[in-house]
Each structure stands twice: as C-alpha cells, then as structure tokens.
C-alpha cells in the first residue's frame, strides 16, 4: 500500500528542544491515593464502547449552538476514522516508545478492533514524511487490508490537531469548537487504538495511561506509565528539578496549565515542565541568543537550526504594539490576516467585517503567538472577538455550519429537544 502525501501552506517546522523524552516506559507507582479510574473488559465490550469512555465520541459543542451537542455519535453514522500519529510539536510523546517489541502486533489487534465496530468507516493512519521509521513499519502490516489508508502529510506544526488534519486528510470543512464525530469522523492517537486492543482483544482492564515528561523542568525526561488519576504533584516531588515549575498538558502552544492538585487522565500524553522566570527582559527580540528558537533570519538562533532550543516563560516587559511584520500572516496553516484580526478584537471593533476576514475558521494553534516579535497575546484577542461576535448576533452558526456536512438533524436543539 502506498502512501498518499498532503501538504498545506503555512504552519511551522520546530526544532530540536531540550528537554525531549527518552525512549522505554517505566512504571509509576504514585504516593497519595489516587482515585482509580478504569475502562473495565467484558462480554460483549467493543471498541465503540472503549473510545465513548474515552470521549473520543462525543457530540460536544459550542454553547450558541443550534444543532444538539449531546451524547455521542453511533457507530454506524461514522464514516471516516483518523488515527493521527504524527509528531511535529516542539515535545511529542515519542511513537518509538508506544510501539515498541510486541506492541507492534497489538497496535494492528486494535485497528482490527476499531474497524469491526465501525465496519462503514474508512480507517486512515496519518503520519508524518520524517517518521521513516514507522512509515515502513506501517506499510508492511498494512499493505493488504482495504479498509485502511495510509496518508503522509509535511513536517510542520499544526498537522497533529484535528483542526488541520481532518481539512488535510479528509478534504472536509472542520467546524472548530466543535468535536469530529459531528462531520462523522473520530479522531484517535496511537494510546487510543492501544487502549482499544487492551480492553477487547486481550481482555484487560486499564487504568493507567503512558505520559512523557518533557521539558528543561523535569531532572528526567521519561516516559512512564501511570495510573490515571495520579496527582501532578506526586510527579513533581520525584521527578521535577529545582525552583519554581509551570506544568503544561500536552502541548506548549495549545496546552492548558495545571496545578500541583490536578490528575493524569487518559488523554493526558505529555505533561510540560518550564521553570517560572519573572525577570524583566526589555527587547528580549533583539539580542535571543542561539538557544531561542526564532523565526526571522535577523536573530543568531535562525542561523545555527541544529543547536538546542529552549523554552521559557518570561513574556515581562517584551510586549510592544504591532509593527505589522506579518510573521502570523506567513505561518497561519488556514489563510487568515491573524493582526488584522487582533487589531479589531483589541480595539474592540467588532462587527460583520470580522466574519467575513474568515475569523470562525480560526483554529486557534497558537502559531500567530510564537512568532509575534512584540509578544502580543494574538490568539486570546482573537477568541474574545470571536465570543464577541456570538453575543452580538454574528454567529458562526451563518458562516461555519452551513459549509459543514454535520451529522445531525439541524432542527435538533442544543438542549437535546
């Protein structure tokens, strides 16, 4: 079976950073009580109900939505299964350490599983043009079942979210804010599938979920097992270095902060350690060193791609107003003018002009962010325009859904009526 190729304009290719997880996976036994969270094996337990615990199947949505966003999509209504393994973040938890010697085989158990759930559905493996390595392995199990795709897609961020892999892959119009199972399609990881063969085809109950700790903030950059429901602070007492620590979920673009008292779930796949600084640094744009990653050829770190990147927390005393550099412009994965955008939210002019810039098709990566060289908070001026809007009457209901093959009976309200 070969592989189709997708590209996209845009987007951004990272590089290497300290701090990335190394391979095996260790077994984590928690201090304080955890509160066990299990997806338990049974008679008759199927894929479908291994990923609705999951909520790999839910019906969520926006508040001002006018179809339902209630329980979950049925399996027979699925048409498209996206297993997303592609690893283009800044820190990734590494495909080398879920399929390692014998996950291999119960990777391939899994799809099996899945495709007997949802035996309409056409099951496509999306992974990245640099993942030589899984590429071959993928082919050579994959090469004569013909309800599975395999799809290779450019190296840049955000080809991982759901957002940009569904457009890319699909060729169909994702409404954002919303969960894939509206448009018929469920989005998995690599963990999903694994967790899916766990439960169905060996019988096992789960209760824990692999999680990497990356990041400059960890002593360790392992990769372990852990019962869900761990408490982060349980990690940091091991395992985190000296001085203050921000933790991050999964993503350092995208990820939400967590506090010392919040849990590991299943979906937890990373959790980020960058040490707090709060020094003031004026013009830090001008003088980043080679550490820095850097998207504009005027910094030192621009000039030496293979040197170690770090990550900081330290925005004090950087933001400027915008000097229309268009840096967000250029690496925007879905066409959007994001400091045209921020100019509106931030002088709050927000009117139908917004919409028609296309604001609702904002997938909210965080890229417009990274690359701003004033540290303006581009995408949260963006967001609250959106939110803006919504309460003014100019809805993506008008301007997204219409563009969208949902699943749902339009008439159904978002109470479930």
């Keep these: 079976m070969g592989a189709n190729h997708k590209t996209f304009t845009g987007g951004y290719k990272f590089n290497n950073f300290e701090g990335q997880p190394s391979q095996g996976l260790i077994l984590f036994n928690p201090v304080s009580d955890v509160n066990e969270v299990t997806i338990k094996s049974g008679q008759g337990v199927t894929a479908a109900d291994v990923l609705e615990a999951l909520q790999r199947t839910n019906l969520s949505g926006p508040q001002s939505a006018l179809i339902s966003t209630h329980g979950k999509i049925e399996p027979f209504k699925v048409k498209d299964i996206i297993v997303n393994m592609v690893e283009v973040e800044p820190y990734n938890l590494p495909s080398r350490n879920l399929l390692s010697v014998g996950n291999n085989a119960k990777f391939m158990f899994g799809l099996k599983d899945i495709h007997n759930s949802y035996s309409d559905a056409k099951i496509t493996l999306v992974v990245g043009e640099n993942q030589i390595g899984l590429l071959k392995l993928l082919t050579q199990n994959t090469d004569k079942l013909s309800w599975l795709d395999l799809v290779t897609v450019v190296n840049k ?32 990881g690599i963990k999903d599938v694994l967790h899916v063969a766990s439960v169905v085809s060996e019988k096992k109950t789960i209760s824990s979920t692999a999680v990497a700790l990356s990041g400059p903030g960890w002593k360790k950059n392992l990769v372990l097992d852990i019962p869900v429901g761990t408490k982060v602070k349980d990690l940091a007492q091991r395992y985190v270095a000296e001085g203050e620590m ?172």
């Design 246 to 417: 921000r933790f991050i979920k999964n993503s350092i673009l995208t990820g939400e902060q967590l506090a010392l008292e919040d849990v590991v779930t299943f979906d937890t796949d990373l959790i980020i350690a960058v040490p707090e600084d709060r020094r003031r640094q004026t013009l830090t744009f001008l003088r980043s060193g080679k550490k820095a990653d850097s998207f504009t050829n005027t910094f030192i770190s621009k000039l030496l791609p293979k040197s170690e990147k770090s990550v900081g927390t330290n925005l004090q005393g950087e933001r400027r107003a915008c000097v229309s550099c268009s840096y967000c412009e250029s690496v925007c994965p879905v066409g959007l003018i994001p400091h045209l955008l921020h100019k509106h939210g931030d002088k709050n002019i927000i009117n139908k002009r917004l919409a028609e810039y296309k604001i609702f098709d904002c997938i909210e990566c965080g890229l417009c962010n990274y690359v701003c060289l004033s540290k303006i908070e581009v995408l949260s001026n963006i967001k609250g325009a959106k939110e803006a809007l919504e309460k003014s009457e100019i809805s993506h209901n008008t301007y997204v859904i219409p563009q969208c093959d949902m699943v749902i009976d339009r008439k159904e309200v978002a109470s479930g009526e």
């Design 157 to 188: 961020y955000p080809s991982n979210l759901k957002e940009m892999a569904i457009p890319l892959v699909l060729h169909k119009k994702y409404p954002v804010g919303y969960d894939p199972a509206h448009i018929a399609v469920v989005h998995l």
